[in-house]
């Protein structure tokens, strides 16, 4: 899977991108999520989008705050 579809128009340096690319599979297959197509998906990319864009660059925590958000839902 790929979050790139999610991040078209948004600006983001190479390191975050790497950083949010593995937080992302991370998430989805912590979540069981398979299908990049779905509206789940999509929201896990838009919650890793949203913590980068409030600055933080590392993979971990952008997973952390995804599964902070998925243990609230």
């Not at 912590?30 to 919650?47: F, G």
Request: hydrophobic share 50%; net charge negative; proline share 1%.
């Amino acid at each position: 899977m790929c979050i790139s579809p999610a991040l078209l128009g948004q600006s983001f340096g190479a390191e975050q991108l790497q950083a949010m690319g593995v937080a992302y599979e991370h998430a989805c297959h912590a979540l069981r999520l398979t299908d990049t197509n779905d509206r789940l998906t999509e929201i896990v990319a838009n919650k890793i989008i949203d913590a980068a864009r409030a600055g933080e660059t590392d993979a971990d925590r952008l997973y952390e705050a995804v599964m902070v958000w998925a243990s609230a839902a």
